[in-house]
Structures are given as structure tokens and as C-alpha cells.
């Protein structure tokens, strides 16, 4: 049992852990800022691999950017601050079914790859994650960027009412 | 470090997807004139699928050790025409709407020609990476558009309605979608896990400690996929989704988004052993498609679950593995012509802006207007699979001959089975299209005078005419000469 | 380079395809001309279909100048859709040419019929264009020596058959009209699937080199001629799949019923001796006890039911089971002289029940109804028509020297021929229910044409039009030549028929 072993392991629990407090809190800011947590495990797990460009953007983009949309989100709508019982508590049947599958995944995982020892891998540094998109997956890196503007502009498109906003009469 | 290589030829058609898109906001942004708009984006459609056609097989580009990232092949290049074509097709149809300004042109545009890039991607990708990026693509653009209603400052609460439905159809889409597709990527992780590769070419049954692995992310990834055909467990979003959509719009959710999934999953099933799964889902999409669609009452949900039970034909095509996708993708073909038909006929007998309708709404329709009436008996004739489709009846025949010839005996019967029971609501509607129109219950001295100042005539605007009659004439040269179709897929 | 007689095949196709196309082009106003246009076609159509009888084989062949089961008189092979090994392979024999008559003949009845009688429910010219379609799909059937080809023109039927009765037809049309395309939908369906097992097995789907030959082992042969016969017996049709049949008989207007029974029905039987015992002859071998057992029942059961029926179409709708099992009877013996009793009877059945439901259909519409409590005492009131239906009944029942006679004596005489105990019982229980035919069919004029006459019947114009002599007359006729000389039907047949069960003796 090695150092990383140790750390993987408490991380995961941390992740699970506060995943689990986020789907099942009644508070709502509260699961937002459970929802930070497990997002920051994860990004320690990222760490511990050596996925370090990966962990940086995990912390900028998830927990920096998402997490506090979330809470502005709540924070502009009005949302309840306190508990709030009309919140969806997933009983029996999602913990089943969330639990199945991560067991399923974990014998599976196991009967794959049993006690083999993998080499530590080479650091993921920024170097190396660009020299893997610009060398070997420059297609899907452009095509995304199709994607991210179609994000762009619908989102702006479907937030605002007054673009294209229909006149009284008929007309261009 | 060495960049990939890049032939620019050879991405022709992905070049012109993309500018129809960007030509279309700068057009609106610069002229924003609705035409012009739309015009520009329908010239690069067509141009996109002259590029593809043109180009047609050609070296394959951004390649790595291992594997190419853009493969043009003859199947290639005619889905990608398909899509391009699919495309033109819908802008054409939502034309008057868009006179209406129930969305903004430039923008509606715009996403629309992303989709097209997103099919363009999917039908030339050479690796799981590209196939996802081009999915999500092709989908993405559609949550907006599903959603996108703008009302009239004077209108009823009706209006208002109709956008709150769309809205709710839009989240539910983005939702399941979002799902499905983390589903496939955990898929494509666990077999990267087992085999350490997502190009096509190399992928293949892994090696024995990693096997049951392998399997699962295939079955996985078979199942993320298999929502975007609206595959039964994962359909539930379909019909409530075309029913809350603007008719052009849910008209390319059943043609273009299913030919994508359509596409992934082919590239999928040639090379991955996915049978009992595919079998499984084959079955169930077929039976339950057409056991609920005997039941509907309203004309778009009708067809959403009818073309549900025609993505079950195409799964038990795909089922084979790497001999029925030739067949898939001809039934996939056929299918959506004539698809694009029943849309079209239903988008035309309805005002512009306005919901598919019930079908009692239709009755009598093809007595005032008896060429939409032919038209969509051609569809509903092809896709139940007898002359005058003779295009479906193709269809049904290269299935079922695939399943025969390759030993999948009991699935051809159940495909048989299924077209018999999907005939049942295929006619009611077709009888439908020609019956009377209800008497009034009080007795008048003219009932074709009241009938006609209660139902208003629509006035069928020429470009949904043009759309119909290349639609209609395509599927009927496609039905006396199905060797083009079959030629072009081998 | 297509030849002069290859021409002759396409041309079947092609003038009836035209004229539907045209009919249904014509605006409103002229609906009459449109009529008058469409039954112009389907002349031209009957007289090209009389075409392919100058063709029969010139010379007796020499034993050993057979070269396959199957020789057309006239074969035009085009390649089609290699995909599916569909081949547009057309070609007529001995087994085919006088059904191709017939259903020229009756197609240009109904349209002149037209002419004068449109049902209420559509344009007269729609229909006409309809019965003109359905006689593309027909002659097809026909024609096809590809069993992919045959399957789609099977095909073609089904949607214009639908329209007629649903459009045109009586009050309860539309149940009808769904049952009826249902049912014989879920034939087509194993009539697909058994043509695919034969062309997956045997790498072929051409009939000429299908026939007669050993490439289907005998157990496939056995699983198809299930396929087919099943899906073949929901046309025919043979009792316990004939439901279908008295329901769309007789919500069906009246050339909807003429072309039903006259053709339609003719395409089981066809296909059962070309495509079944053709294709998969140990599998008929194997089946034919059981075809005989089920074709005597209908005799026996067809009979039995229209000896209680009291509407006058439901009646001779149930007629044609019981005349379609003499000829499933005659089939299922699989020797020539029950083949050529059940050509022979195709023919005969289309011409007698097309001329019954011509008669029915007058009086339908003259007295607007169809029960046999309502009428009565025609002999009285329509005298000629009254005649007319009697010639027809006793046409129907197998009266010596009309052309029903030798369809029902031959099928018993084949039967007999046969031997052995089962044979000999089922030709005994069909020469009973010949009997009971005949019983049933005197009852049906001793209660239309005798006794009082009715209000109803007092409304049925003492003379006969014009029209209705015009359509009539050669159906009578020809009643009475097949029934003197039924070599005019069988002229071609014996060659056609000894290759076709040589292979399997």
C-alpha cells in the first residue's frame, strides 16, 4: 500500500461521500457547497495520477466557474436558504440503483485487473496533454469548437426574449 | 513535435458545414434580411452536399500511429450528402414559421447548420472521439431549437402555452440526452481501459482478462447510443419531444438526429460483438413502438412512436453485426425520405407555427388538397413497407433478406409481425386522410359551406411545395431504382 | 434488345399502369370521359392478354428436350435490384396465360361497368383508376418468374384493394376493409419470409432454375411449402383462414367483389401451384394430406354454411370457399389430372361467380337490399335477370356441360385416381359436398326467383340495359365454351404441368 494508494482511496471516499450529501441534503445551498467539495476531491484524485493540467482546469472550470454559477443561480432566483421539504429526497430505489452499478463497476474493475502493478505514469503535464491534441486529436478539439459556439449563441438566443422578438404585426 | 497532417480536400464537406453556419450569422448580421439569411444557409447546405458528393472516397486524413480521425468513404459521403440534404429540407419547410417570427432567423439558422456539421462529422468519423464530438454536435443545437418559441406581444394564452411545452420538451431532451451520452462515454472508457485504443479500425474483442470489461462498455456504449434513436427503454423522451417541438424541427429530430445515432451505432456493431444486447433492444423498440402507436390520438405523437418501432427495424439490422449494416443504413435511408415526406404533408396542412395536431384535425384532409393526400399515402405506404412505397417495401426486403441469409431466422418473424400490427394504425391514419368530414349535428342546408367557414383553408406556401416535391420524386426514383441506394451503401 | 412477343410482356404492364396514371389525371368535370378512357385501357389490356394464347408451344418436345420445370412461351429477363437478387424476369406458360385472360376479361367488365354504375363514396374515375392498378398487380403476379418480383406484386394489391372496399363499399366497409388487408397482410408477410429462406438456401430466387430442381434439401423444402401454403391459403382462400372473405365480399361494391373473387382469389391458387409445388415439391408431397383434409372441409363446411345464409353476397361469398377447396382438392393431389381440374376451375369460378356478383350487384342496387327474406318472386318481375341468375347457379353447382362441372368432377376423379384409403374418403365427402352445393345453390333460386313476389322485387326494371347485357354476355358464353370444350383453358397445360410435377415422380 503506497502513498498514492492510501490517497486515492480517502479522496474517493471524500467524492462519494459528499456526492451522496448532495443528491440527499434538504438544504440547497448546502448541497451546492457539498457539490464543491466532491468536485475538489476529484481533482485531488486527478492530482495523485499525475493529471495535473486536468486537476487545474477541474478547479477552474468545475468548482470555479459551475459551482458558483450554481450559487448565484440560487442566490438571484430567490431560492429557499433553508431546509426546504419539497426538495426530491431519492429514496430506496435510486440508492439501489447507484449503488448497483458502483458495486457492478468495482467487481468488474477488480476481475479485470486483479493485483496487477502498474507503473507510475509520466506527470500529465500541459506540454504533454498539448502535444496529444495538436498531434493526434486536433479533428475532435475543432469540431468542439462548432460546438461551444452553437452553445454560445443558443444560450444567449434562448435567454433573451427581445432578440428576434416577434412585432404586433407582420414584417421583417 | 509534429502536428497532424491535414488534407483539405478530403475535409471539404466539414469546411462547408461550418461556413453555411458562420455565413449565416454574418449574413444576419450584416444584411439581416430573413431571406438573404436563409438563403445563404440553404445554398451551403446544397453546396455541403455537392463537396461531399464531389470529393466522394478519398485518402483518409488526420491520422496518428494507429488510426485515421476523418475516413471518406462512398457511404461517408452519401450519409453526409443525406444530412446536407436533410438539412435544406427542414430550412425549407420552417420558412413560413420563421416568416412568422416565431424564432429569430439568423440564429435559427445558424444552429441548424451546426447540426449538419455535427452529421457531416459523424458520418466521416474514424474514431469513438469524433463519433461522441459529432453526436453531441448534431444534438446540441436541437435542445435550443426545440425550445425556441418567441410570441407575438398580442397574443392569447395559448401562444404562451405552446411556449412553456416547448420549453419543458427542451429541458427533458437536454436532460435524457446529457445522460445517454455520459453513459456512452463511460462506455467508451471502459473498452479504452480494456483494449487502449478508440480508433474504428482497431477496435475489436479485447484480450481475455480484459473481455468481460470490454463487453460491458460495449453494451454500454451500444445503450448511450441507443437513446438517440429513440430505442425502447430510453424513448420515453421522443414522443412528448416531437409533440411540444415546432413540426420542421421534430421533423429533423426523426430524420437527421436518428440517422446519426443510426451511424454511431453501425460504426459501433461492425466491430464490437453487441448481438444479445442489440437483440434485446431490437425487440422491445419494434413490439413497443408499434403496440403504443395503435393507441395515439394526436398526428405527431403518432408518428414519433411510429418512427420509434422503424428505429427497431433498423436495430434488428444492426443486430448481425458488420453483414446487416448495408441493409441498416439503406432501411436508414429510405426511412427518412420518406419520413421527411409524412412531416412535410403534416407541416403543410397545418398553420404556419402551429403544433402537429390531432388527428381528427386531419380528416378529410386529402379531399381538399388531393396531391399532399398522395404524398402522404406514398409515405405511410413506404413505411409500412407496400407499394406505392415501394421505396419502404425495399427496405423491409433487405432486412429481412440480411436476417434470413445470415441465420437470424426468429428475429426476421418478429420484424415480419411488426409490420403487420404497425399497418394497422399506418392505414387508420391513410383512411383517415379520406374520410368525410363530420357532419354538423344539427341539420343545415349546406353542410360543405359550414364545414368550409369552420376549417379555414391553409394556404401550402411554395417552398414547403418545392421541399414535398423533391422529397416525393426522390422516393419514388429511389423506389423503381433501389441499386442506387443499395450501390452507394456497400 | 427486348423482341417483338418480350414487348407483348411489358406492354401488360405497362397499358394498365398508363391508363391508371391518366384516369386518375383527368379533372372532375369529366369524370364520365375518364371512365369511358379507362375502360379504352382495358381493352387494349384484354386484347394483349389474349395475345400470349397464340403463343403455346409450336411442337411436342421430345423426352429428352425437357431442360427444366418450368418453360415459358415467352421470357423477358431484365436485371433489377442485384442487391436483393431481384430480378425483373416476366413470363407466361400453360399454368398462367388463361388466368392472364380472365383477368383482362373481367377487368374490362368492371370498367365498362363503371361507365354506367358509380357507387355513392368517390369519383367513378378513382375507381376506375383503381381497378386498373389492381390489374397491373395482378397480371404481374401473373407474369413474375422471380420470386422477389412475385412477392412485390403480390404487394401491390393489397393498398388499391383496401381503397375499393373502404371507399366504395357498404356500411360496415370499413371493418371489412381492415380485416381484409390485415389478414392477407400477414400472408404476404410469410409469403416474404418463405421466399427469403428459398433464396438464402438456394442462392437463387429465379423460378425457371428453381423449379424442378433438388438445391432445397427437404427439410427446407418442408418449412417453406408451410410458409407459402399458409400464406397462400389466406388468399385462396382455404377454410380455417378464410374469414376474411365473406366480410369484404360483401361490404365491397360490386366490381369490387367481381375482381375479388373473379382474380384476387385466383392468386393463391396460382401461386400455390406455381411458387409451392414449383419451388418446394417433397414439401407439397409432404403437406398434401393435410391441404386435402383442410379443402374437403371447406367444401363440406362452405356448403354446409350457405344452406343457412340469408344474404344473398354473404352466400355466394361462401360459394367461392367451398369452390376454392375442389380446387385446393385438385392441387393437393399433386398429379395432372388434378392440376388441370383445379386450372380448369380457377377459370371456371372466375367467370361464374364474377357473373353472380354482377347479378347480386343489380339487385342490390335496384332494390337496395341483399337479405333473401326481402326478396322474392323474381321470376316474375325481371324475368331475363331471373334466368340469367338461374344459368349462373347451375353453372355454379356443377351442372354437366358448363365450365364449373369439370373443375368439381375431375378434382373427386383426381382424388380417386390417387388412391388409397385417405384419398378415397376425401373424394367421397367432396362428391357429398358437391351434392350439398347443389342443394344449397337450388335453395338460393328457389327463394330469389319463385314464390310471390315482394315490394322490394317490384322495383327491379323488367328489362335488362344495355350495359348489363354488354357485360354479361361473354361471361355466359364462355361459361358455356369452357364448359363444352374445357380444352380452350387446358390446350397449353399438359406440357407445363408434366415438368413441373416430372421432377418429383
Known amino acids: 500500500m503506497t502513498v498514492a494508494d492510501v490517497l486515492l482511496l480517502a479522496l474517493g471516499a471524500v467524492a462519494v461521500g459528499s456526492g451522496a450529501l448532495v443528491v440527499t441534503s434538504s438544504h440547497l445551498v448546502r448541497s451546492g457547497l457539498y457539490l464543491v467539495v466532491s468536485l475538489g476531491a476529484i481533482a485531488g484524485l486527478y492530482l495523485v495520477l499525475g493529471a495535473e493540467l486536468v486537476a487545474w482546469v477541474q478547479i477552474l472550470v468545475y468548482v470555479g466557474a459551475v459551482v458558483v454559477l450554481l450559487l448565484f443561480a440560487v442566490m438571484l432566483t430567490r431560492a429557499p436558504i433553508g431546509p426546504s421539504p419539497d426538495l426530491d429526497r431519492p429514496a430506496l430505489p435510486a440508492a439501489l440503483i447507484g449503488g448497483g452499478i458502483g458495486i457492478g463497476l468495482a467487481v468488474l474493475f477488480a476481475d479485470a485487473f486483479r493485483w496487477v502493478r502498474h507503473p507510475y505514469p509520466e506527470p500529465a503535464t500541459a506540454e504533454r496533454v498539448g502535444e496529444q491534441i495538436f498531434g493526434a486529436w486536433v479533428l475532435p478539439f475543432e469540431v468542439i469548437s462548432i460546438l461551444l459556439l452553437s452553445a454560445l449563441v443558443g444560450a444567449i438566443v434562448l435567454s433573451r426574449p427581445d432578440i428576434g422578438a416577434r412585432a404586433a404585426t407582420e414584417g421583417d | 513535435m509534429r502536428s497532424q497532417a491535414v488534407d483539405h480536400i478530403a475535409l471539404l464537406p466539414l469546411y462547408a458545414a461550418a461556413a453555411t453556419a458562420v455565413l449565416a450569422l454574418l449574413a444576419d448580421l450584416f444584411v439581416a434580411k430573413r431571406a438573404v439569411t436563409a438563403a445563404a444557409t440553404l445554398l451551403g447546405a446544397l453546396a455541403t452536399a455537392v463537396c461531399a458528393l464531389a470529393v466522394g ?47 429569430p432567423a439568423g440564429e435559427f439558422c445558424f444552429l441548424l447548420a451546426c447540426s449538419m456539421t455535427g452529421g457531416v462529422t459523424i458520418a466521416y468519423a474514424g474514431d469513438l472521439l469524433t463519433l461522441i464530438v459529432g453526436l453531441e454536435t448534431l444534438t446540441l443545437p436541437l435542445y435550443i431549437l426545440v425550445g425556441l418559441r418567441r410570441s407575438a406581444p398580442d397574443d392569447s394564452a395559448a401562444d404562451g402555452r405552446a411556449a412553456t411545452r416547448a420549453a419543458s420538451a427542451s429541458v427533458t431532451f437536454f436532460l435524457i440526452s446529457v445522460i445517454s451520452t455520459a453513459i456512452a462515454l463511460l462506455g467508451i472508457a471502459l473498452n479504452y481501459a480494456a483494449t487502449g485504443t478508440v480508433h474504428l479500425n482497431l477496435l475489436g474483442p479485447a484480450p481475455t482478462p480484459f473481455a468481460a470489461l470490454a463487453g460491458v462498455g460495449a453494451a454500454l456504449l451500444v445503450i448511450g447510443l441507443a437513446f438517440k434513436v429513440a430505442a425502447v427503454p430510453l424513448h420515453a423522451w421522443a414522443p412528448a419531444t416531437y409533440d411540444d417541438s415546432p413540426l420542421p424541427i421534430a421533423a429533423f429530430l426523426s430524420t437527421a438526429s436518428k440517422l446519426g445515432g443510426v451511424l454511431a451505432l453501425a460504426a459501433i456493431v461492425s466491430r464490437l460483438d453487441t448481438g444479445a444486447v442489440m437483440s434485446a433492444l431490437a425487440v422491445l423498440t419494434m413490439t413497443v413502438g408499434n403496440l403504443v402507436a395503435l393507441r395515439q390520438t394526436r398526428m405527431v405523437r403518432l408518428l414519433a412512436w411510429s418512427s420509434i418501432a422503424q428505429a427497431g427495424y433498423i436495430l434488428a439490422a444492426l443486430t448481425m453485426g458488420a453483414p446487416g449494416v448495408p441493409a441498416a443504413l439503406a432501411y436508414a435511408t429510405f426511412f427518412v425520405i420518406l419520413e ?40 405511410l405506404a413506404g413505411l409500412a413497407g407496400l407499394p406505392p412505397g415501394l421505396a419502404g417495401l425495399f427496405a423491409k426486403v433487405s432486412v429481412v433478406g440480411a436476417l434470413v441469409t445470415e441465420g437470424w431466422t426468429w428475429l426476421a418473424v418478429v420484424v415480419v409481425i411488426n409490420a403487420v400490427i404497425a399497418l394497422a394504425y399506418y392505414i387508420r391514419v391513410a383512411a383517415l386522410l379520406y374520410t368525410l368530414p363530420a357532419q354538423p349535428g344539427i341539420a343545415v342546408a349546406d353542410p360543405i359551406l359550414v364545414y368550409d367557414a369552420t376549417h379555414p383553408r391553409v394556404t401550402v406556401t411554395r417552398p414547403v411545395i418545392v421541399t414535398l416535391l423533391i422529397a416525393a420524386t426522390v422516393a419514388v426514383v429511389v423506389g423503381f431504382a433501389p441499386q442506387l441506394v443499395f450501390s452507394a451503401l456497400m | 434488345m427486348i423482341h417483338g412477343e418480350q414487348a407483348l410482356l411489358l406492354a401488360l404492364l405497362a397499358v394498365p399502369a398508363l391508363g391508371a396514371a391518366l384516369v386518375a389525371l383527368i379533372p372532375a368535370t369529366r369524370d364520365r370521359q375518364a371512365r369511358i378512357v379507362a375502360t379504352v385501357f382495358a381493352a387494349m389490356t384484354f386484347l394483349l392478354s389474349l395475345a400470349p394464347l397464340a403463343y403455346q408451344g409450336d411442337m411436342p418436345r421430345r423426352w429428352d428436350q425437357y431442360t427444366s420445370g418450368l418453360e415459358p412461351w415467352i421470357d423477358l429477363d431484365l436485371p433489377w ?144 411449402f408451410a410458409l407459402l401454403a399458409v400464406a397462400f391459403a389466406v388468399k385462396a382462400p382455404l377454410w ?49 394430406p393435410a391441404l386435402g383434409i383442410l379443402a374437403v372441409i371447406a367444401i363440406v363446411a362452405g356448403a354446409l354454411i350457405c344452406l343457412r345464409q340469408t344474404e344473398l353476397k354473404r352466400l355466394i361469398a361462401y360459394s367461392s370457399v367451398g369452390h376454392m377447396g ?15 381440374a383445379a386450372l380448369v376451375g380457377n377459370i371456371a369460378h372466375g367467370l ?145 404441368l408434366t415438368t413441373l410435377l416430372g421432377a418429383r415422380r
Open chain 2, 57 to 103: 472516397p478519398w485518402d483518409p486524413t488526420f491520422c496518428t500511429t494507429g488510426g485515421c480521425s476523418w475516413v471518406p468513404t462512398w457511404p461517408a459521403a452519401v450519409t453526409a450528402a443525406l444530412f446536407a440534404a436533410l438539412t435544406a429540407a427542414v430550412l425549407a419547410l420552417s420558412l413560413p414559421a420563421l416568416r412568422l417570427g416565431t424564432a
Open chain 3, 81 to 224: 435490384v442485384p442487391a436483393l437478387g431481384l430480378e425483373f424476369h416476366l413470363g407466361v406458360d400453360g399454368v398462367s396465360a388463361p388466368l392472364i385472360a380472365l383477368t383482362g376479361l373481367l377487368t374490362l367488365l368492371c370498367c365498362a361497368y363503371t361507365i354506367r354504375k358509380v357507387p355513392s363514396g368517390g369519383a367513378g374515375r378513382t375507381l376506375a383508376a383503381l381497378l386498373l392498378v389492381l390489374e397491373v398487380g395482378v397480371l404481374g403476379t401473373f407474369l413474375a418468374l422471380d420470386l422477389v418480383l412475385f412477392f412485390l406484386f403480390f404487394e401491390v394489391v393489397l393498398l388499391p384493394m383496401y381503397a375499393v372496399i373502404a371507399g366504395w363499399g357498404g356500411p360496415r366497409r370499413r371493418a371489412a376493409a381492415r380485416k381484409f388487408v390485415l389478414y392477407t397482410l400477414a400472408g404476404s408477410v410469410l409469403l416474404l419470409l418463405g421466399v427469403l429462406i428459398v433464396v438464402a438456401r438456394a442462392g437463387t430466387g429465379d423460378l425457371v432454375d428453381l423449379t424442378g430442381s433438388v438445391q432445397l434439401t427437404a427439410t427446407t423444402q418442408q418449412a417453406v
Open chain 3, 240 to 288: 380455417p383462414l378464410h374469414t376474411w372473405l365473406p366480410d369484404a365480399h360483401t361490404e365491397a361494391p360490386t366490381v369490387g367483389s367481381v375482381i375479388l373473387a373473379g382474380v384476387l382469389l385466383k392468386m393463391g391458387t396460382y401461386g400455390l401451384i406455381r411458387v409451392g409445388v414449383g419451388v418446394a415439391p417433397l414439401g407439397a408431397a409432404w403437406a398434401a
Open chain 3, 326 to 340: 375442389f380446387v385446393l382438392l385438385g392441387i393437393a393431389t399433386l398429379s395432372i389430372t388434378g392440376i388441370q
Open chain 2, 340 to 379: 421527411l415526406i409524412a412531416f412535410g404533408v403534416v407541416t403543410a396542412l397545418r398553420p404556419p407555427g402551429a403544433d402537429g395536431g390531432t388527428l381528427d384535425d386531419h380528416r378529410g384532409a386529402a379531399r381538399r388538397h388531393p396531391w399532399l393526400g398522395a404524398a402522404m399515402v406514398l409515405a
Open chain 3, 352 to 496: 361464374i361467380t364474377g357473373l353472380l356478383f354482377f347479378l347480386a350487384g343489380t339487385i342490390k342496387d335496384h332494390t337496395g337490399t341483399g337479405s333473401l327474406n326481402q326478396l322474392s318472386g323474381l321470376r316474375e318481375t325481371a324475368p331475363r335477370l331471373a334466368g340469367l341468375f338461374g344459368f349462373a347457379a347451375v353453372a355454379s353447382l356443377g351442372l354437366p356441360g358448363l365450365a364449373g362441372f369439370w373443375g368439381e368432377a375431375f378434382a373427386v376423379v383426381a382424388a380417386v385416381q390417387r388412391g388409397g384409403p385417405l384419398w378415397i374418403t376425401l373424394a367421397s365427402i367432396a362428391a357429398v359436398g358437391g351434392a350439398l352445393t347443389a342443394a344449397y345453390f337450388l335453395r338460393l333460386l328457389r327463394l330469389l326467383t319463385h314464390g310471390p313476389a315482394t315490394p322490394e322485387t317490384h322495383a327491379m326494371p323488367p328489362a335488362l340495359s344495355r350495359t348489363e347485357w354488354l357485360a354479361w354476355t361473354p361471361l355466359v358464353l364462355l361459361t358455356i365454351a369452357v364448359g363444352i370444350v374445357p380444352a380452350l383453358v387446358l390446350q397449353g397445360t399438359f406440357e407445363s
